[in-house]
């Protein structure tokens, strides 16, 4: 079986995360939310689906959709094709950005499940804490474990561990440039292939 995360490439702000594609979405891209920032998505080629709430949107070339804060939301590629997306993080997240990183360096060196999680438990539960992720609806029981097995795995020093082997670079935040962006003060963006 080919690795899902086959490398990601940093080019000044643009995050380039290269993933096989798929047949069922991955658990590590399940529902969920954040409080406090929203992602919009952009296809940039092939064809990649966004969940917004209870809807799917399919993006093709050209297409986007955002969510905002509070709205649950996933994204997969069910088209048997790679496809590639950016993602404006609007405000940017340093943890988020952070997290990505982590978690395409531990499924690169072969340390997730098939699912996608990380083995490790502690490191699970530390990255969703510093993606600031949020779990909907009934699996909010289970954030308050997350959150503690996030508190366990700082006093064992794995959350220094992984920043060190995995973060290669610090999140840039760009001041908004365009009119479409002006409400945000700082913005993050990743350019994604699935």
């Known amino acids: 079986m080919k690795p899902l995360f086959l490398f990601l490439r940093i080019t000044g702000i643009w ?32 064809e990649v689906e966004i969940r917004l709430d209870k809807k799917i949107h399919t993006l093709r070339k050209g297409q986007s959709a955002t969510a905002h804060p509070k709205i649950n939301h996933f994204f997969r590629n069910r088209s048997g094709k790679p496809c590639k997306f950016e993602v404006e993080l609007r405000l940017a997240s340093r943890g988020f950005e952070q997290s990505l990183q982590i978690g395409y360096g531990l499924a690169n060196d072969g340390l997730c499940k098939r699912n996608g999680f990380p083995k490790d438990k502690l490191a699970l539960a530390w990255l ?20 503690k097995q996030a508190k366990k795995a700082k006093q064992k020093g794995i959350d220094n561990q992984l920043l060190e ?27 994604i292939s699935l």
């Not at 929203?38 to 092939?46: I, P, T």
């Not at 969703?128 to 959150?147: H, K, Q, T, V």
């Not at 610090?170 to 003060?185: D, F, G």
């Open 165 to 191: 082997k995995y973060v290669r670079f610090q999140p840039v935040l760009i001041q908004p440039t365009h009119r479409r962006a002006m409400k945000s003060p700082a913005i993050g963006r990743a350019l």
């Open 15 to 46: 995050i380039e995360k290269f993933i096989t594609p798929f047949k069922k979405t991955l658990s590590l891209l399940s529902k969920h939310y954040h409080k406090t920032y929203a992602e919009a998505f952009q296809c940039v080629d092939g």
């Open 128 to 147: 969703f804490d510093i993606s600031e992720s949020n779990l909907p609806g009934w699996m909010s029981i289970f954030e308050f474990i997350l959150r």
